[in-house]
């Protein structure tokens, strides 16, 4: 079965510029590695990308999170280093789910990324409600939230809605 894993947010600010934290830094080569075993076995690998304008701080949820960070063209809003491997879409998301699920072709889908508590919950309960005959999966080792606490709490959510989180 062809698998698709699915990269969400490996940029450059959520690991270590306007909204990075340690946990983010920790999982780099983990996550590295996890490509390279998809890659290697011939499977799917996408990437998102969360991407802002100037005027985030005028949006709604610039309101609710004041800090501006993956302006489209910024450094911050560069996927990390040694993360994207060539080739690989990616998606430029506005939010924190992709809305466009639907439109893709799975057989299974393995989630890694940050923020586990916004993005990565988001898009694996958006694929999940999109395909529901799929098998939606999250790689506990390799995702990060916002806090050791929200990202324990995301994945306990993920869990009662049927997302299978490897630890």
Not at 88 to 115: M, R, S, T, Y
Not at 122 to 148: F, Q, R, W, Y
């Amino acid at each position: 079965m062809k698998r698709t894993l699915l990269v969400v947010d490996m940029q450059n600010d959520f690991i270590s510029m306007a909204l990075g934290t340690p946990e983010a830094v920790e999982i780099l080569p983990k996550v590295k590695a996890k490509i390279e075993e998809y890659l290697q076995n011939g499977d799917q690998v996408l990437f998102t990308r969360d991407t802002h304008s100037e005027d985030y701080l005028n949006t709604l949820e610039g309101k609710h999170l004041p800090v501006p960070h993956c302006i489209k063209g910024t450094k911050g809003w560069e996927i990390a280093d040694g993360i994207y491997a060539s080739g690989c879409k990616i998606i430029d998301k506005p939010n924190f789910g992709w809305q466009h699920w639907d439109e893709e072709e799975f057989e299974a889908v393995e989630l890694v990324g940050l923020c586990t508590d916004i993005c990565v919950i988001s898009n694996a309960l958006l694929i999940k409600a999109a395909h529901p005959t799929i098998e939606v999966s999250v790689d506990a080792t390799c995702c990060a939230g916002v806090t050791p606490e929200t990202h324990a709490a995301a994945l306990a959510t993920m869990k009662m809605c049927q997302i299978n989180v490897i630890e």
